[in-house]
């Protein structure tokens, strides 16, 4: 089973589609609630778990055969993107404020 951290993300759905049609199994993550895409419902497994939550998400392996890890989430920045002073990846890492 693959893990896709990020899982249902734009990004996230389609690894996870691309690694179905390869026949592997996978397991999704979600720190925020999402919709599971019709395309994906049914298919994967959804786990509501943030990657900064990190006794909980070690505890996967545990309910999981996780074989390989394909990381997509992102971690929650301390930054505030309306500061003036905000860091320069701010505008990349964050979603438009």
Known sequence: ??????????IGVH?????????EEVLVTRHRS????S?????VTVEHVGVT?????LALGGRHDI?????LA???????CRSPTRSSS???TRPAC
């Open 39 to 43: 395309f994906l419902a049914d298919r």
């Open 53 to 57: 939550e990190r006794d909980v998400f």
């Open 90 to 92: 701010c505008a990349s």
């Open 74 to 80: 992102a971690a929650g920045l301390s930054v505030d």
């Open 67 to 71: 074989t390989g890890i394909v990381h």
């Open 34 to 37: 999402a919709d599971v895409p």
């Open 15 to 23: 690894t996870a589609q691309a690694l179905l049609g390869l026949g």
């Open 1 to 10: 089973m693959i893990l896709v951290t990020g899982g249902l993300a734009m």
